[in-house]
T-cell receptor, first 110, second 113 residues
Framework: NAGVTQTPKFQVLKTGQSMTLQCAQD?????MYWYRQDPGMGLRLIYY???????DKGEVPNGYNVSRLNKREFSLRLESAAPSQTSVYFC?????????FGPGTRLTVT | GENVEQHPSTLSVQEGDSAVIKCTYS??????FPWYKQELGKRPQLIID?????GEKKDQRIAVTLNKTAKHFSLHITETQPEDSAVYFC????????????FGKGTKLSVIP
């Protein structure tokens, strides 16, 4: 049981490049989340998926898109990366109220 | 939207002393209040949580108290140890129909040996 996994662990992009962050969970959870974490800002919700086939915007969705590919996988896409998207990105899933976080992806946009 | 204020942003204590972190929230419908610990370079991990029908919960050296009337909840760590040094986040969840946790901005706790 791997829990929540994320790939890649680290990524450097140039401004304007695109990329997809991958997240998968093997705990059969319905709800999945993408957060970004910046110094002094806590964890801010980008998008979430309450169940397979549904996605909704969180607090900071601009510049991102998501896909809930199936119950296990929830990806986050940056279509045209900007320096303001330099951050640590965490995926999470939950069965009820407790959220389980992935190990994070550290993204730098130059 | 919902808002969670967390104080202090940084806290230094001597080993063996107690540490208290306080959060206030605005949504009266909130009914679940978790606390997460994040060590440097690691993912946030749940350390304790409390539901709105309970006033206090303890787990060894960690306790959480909830005052629903005043809309605040606090994390108490007693007999602090160097391994308690981390960033702590409070959060609140509004319950049925809401799938979102709202997090505080975090408290960096340093335990000085």
């Amino acid at each position: 049981n791997a829990g929540v996994t994320q790939t890649p662990k680290f990524q450097v992009l140039k401004t304007g490049q695109s990329m997809t962050l991958q997240c998968a969970q093997d705990m059969n959870h319905n709800s999945m989340y993408w957060y970004r974490q910046d110094p002094g800002m806590g964890l801010r919700l980008i998008y979430y998926s309450a169940s397979e086939g549904t996605t909704d915007k969180g607090e900071v969705p601009n510049g991102y898109n998501v896909s809930r590919l199936n119950k296990r996988e929830f990806s986050l896409r940056l279509e045209s990366a900007a320096p303001s998207q330099t951050s640590v990105y965490f995926c999470a899933s939950r069965p009820g109220v407790e959220q389980y976080f992935g190990p994070g992806t550290r993204l730098t946009v130059t | 939207g919902e808002n969670v204020e967390q104080h202090p942003s940084t806290l230094s204590v001597q080993e063996g002393d107690s540490a208290v972190i306080k959060c206030t929230y605005s949504d009266s419908a909130s009914n679940y209040f978790p606390w997460y610990k994040q060590e440097l370079g690691k993912r946030p991990q749940l350390i304790i949580d409390i539901r709105s029908n309970v006033g206090e919960k303890k787990d060894q050296r960690i306790a959480v108290t909830l005052n629903k009337t005043a809309k605040h909840f606090s994390l108490h760590i007693t007999e602090t140890q160097p391994e308690d040094s981390a960033v702590y986040f409070c959060a609140e969840y509004s319950g049925a129909g809401s799938y979102q946790l709202t997090f505080g901005k975090g408290t960096k706790l340093s335990v000085i040996p």
